[in-house]
């Protein structure tokens, strides 16, 4: 083995402390960082130094409270005040969690970094690092580390690779860690009671109030503002027309929403925007037209469809088999089976 120095994100969390025990099995010298990424995340600190000393590794404590501001929680905030639907872990991973982790690694003399995810990176004898599914598909956190940048895949091992959940969780509590029972960490983790329209308004003012467009194209009711809403949303719309309805579409430029009928859930398509492409030999600049899969949100099956990567950067999918609500905002991650080929940010609907 000729890497032994390795930097572990700690956290209060099962994942990450059984991946300290794992590596530790394996022969690496470890130690753990824990980025404290608001003043909410203090709790967060804590827990981790419990781990640390209950696993006696020492801790490193970075503060990004700027960082974490500017990268997550204000794209986060934009996003859902013009009608998108962001994952904020897909805006931190990248720019801030493994950007700020890496670089503490390269600077203090570690080799590797490693998490508690569920996925698996290959690193291939050509220096390229292909990210994949884990072997435990319903804890597989891939599509959340899809614009990994290849400099990043290249320092990371995951150690829960081929783990279930249960079987974490027994490793933790053979160890008698703190953390074998506790709970799964949450998507918006600077909000502990989740509701994240206050925080919004609290941080860009009062959302305006607009019409709600019936499918007949008649203004049927006044939405409190587009960042309390989604699209496929069909709960709590307060909106009565005698048969079901769901949200279509957002429009941020007139602050209207459009309904439609249950049932025109489906679109035939997506465009996406910021398109990431890991190096691979089935789509690329080269080869701009493959069949693959895809997923449009964190736990959606995935679905066949056509790439076509356009020359603005820009990617055109067209599913096989229409797919309910994808929602502009979201990701939609490209798999050539287990493999991540690379994904973009939904932009629209496309309709054939």
């Not at 962001?86 to 390269?106: L, M, R, V």
């Not at 709960?235 to 049932?263: Q, S």
Request: overall charge negative.
């Amino acid at each position: 083995m000729s890497t032994k120095k390795v930097l572990v994100a700690l956290s209060g969390g099962v994942d990450s402390s059984v991946a300290v025990h794992l590596l530790r099995q394996q022969g690496y010298e470890v130690e753990g960082i824990i980025l404290e990424f608001s003043p909410v995340h203090k709790a967060a600190v804590q827990a981790a130094q419990v781990i640390a000393d209950q696993l006696d590794v020492k801790l490193h404590v970075v503060e990004c409270h700027k960082e974490f501001e500017q990268n997550v929680i204000l794209p986060f905030c934009r996003e859902y005040q013009a009608g998108r639907t962001p994952n904020p872990c897909i805006f931190c991973n990248p720019t801030t969690k493994f950007g700020i982790i890496c670089q503490f690694a390269k600077e203090h003399g570690f080799d590797k970094i490693a998490t508690g995810h569920y996925a698996r990176v290959e690193h291939l004898e050509d220096g390229i690092a292909v990210l994949k599914k884990s072997a435990c598909i319903e804890r597989d956190q891939s599509y959340m580390l899809y614009r990994l940048t290849q400099e990043q895949l290249s320092m990371l091992i995951l150690p829960l690779e081929g783990l279930e959940k249960t079987e974490v969780r027994q490793i933790a509590r053979d160890l008698g860690l703190a953390s074998a029972d506790a709970p799964d960490s949450q998507e918006i983790c600077w909000l502990p009671d989740g509701d994240y329209a206050s925080f919004i308004e609290q941080k860009l003012g009062k959302s305006k109030s607009g019409d709600f467009i019936s499918p007949d194209g008649t203004v049927c009711g006044k939405h409190k503002g587009l960042l309390h809403y989604t699209v496929g949303q069909r709960k709590r719309l307060g909106i009565a027309l005698g048969y079901p309805v769901f949200i279509k579409e957002i429009d941020p430029e007139l602050n209207r929403i459009y309904l439609a009928r249950t049932g025109e859930e489906y679109a035939d398509g997506v465009l996406l925007t910021n398109c990431v492409i890991q190096p691979n030999p089935l789509l690329s600049k080269d080869n701009p037209i493959a069949h693959a899969n895809v997923k449009v949100r964190s736990r959606a099956s995935d679905a066949p469809a056509t790439i076509t990567l356009l020359e603005d950067g820009t990617a055109k999918v067209i599913f096989d088999t229409p797919q309910r609500a994808p929602a502009p905002g979201q990701s939609c991650v490209i798999y050539d089976g287990i493999t991540v080929l690379g994904g973009g940010y939904i932009s629209k609907q496309l309709e054939l």
